[in-house]
């Protein structure tokens, strides 16, 4: 089965009070990979967002590697959306981390 017909997931790490200048990859994975990425971020209670165009971008960036400033304005929207649900449910300061993730399309075989 090719990648494209599997489920992917990209995992981001940003420290915005921190030194970080720019959110980093720190896990990615195909199939069974990504399914346990997604299974370990719910477990510790990060948020999981299915973006199939954006992980596929994430998938392309060297993992532990700062995302590209392509990828700046995008990420940048995702992190605002996770600060907005995060707003919402506590007044704590927003996760530093992030899982994107895809599921395969309907007609793949599993």
Do not use: F, N
Not at 11 to 39: C, F, N, T
Request: proline share 6%; hydrophobic share 40%; net charge negative.
């Amino acid at each position: 089965m090719s990648r494209t017909h599997r489920k992917s997931a990209a995992a981001l790490v940003y420290d915005s009070h921190g030194h970080d200048e720019s959110p980093r990859v720190v896990a990615k994975g195909y199939g069974l990979v990504a399914d346990m990425i997604v299974q370990r971020a719910k477990e510790a209670g990060l948020y999981v967002h299915e973006a199939p165009e954006m992980v596929s971008l994430l998938m392309q960036v060297d993992l532990d590697s700062r995302i590209p400033p392509q990828l700046y304005q995008a990420v940048a929207e995702l992190l605002a959306w996770l600060h907005r649900l995060e707003s919402g449910a506590a007044d704590d300061a927003p996760s530093t981390e992030l899982i994107v993730s895809t599921s395969p399309p309907s007609q793949a075989a599993q």
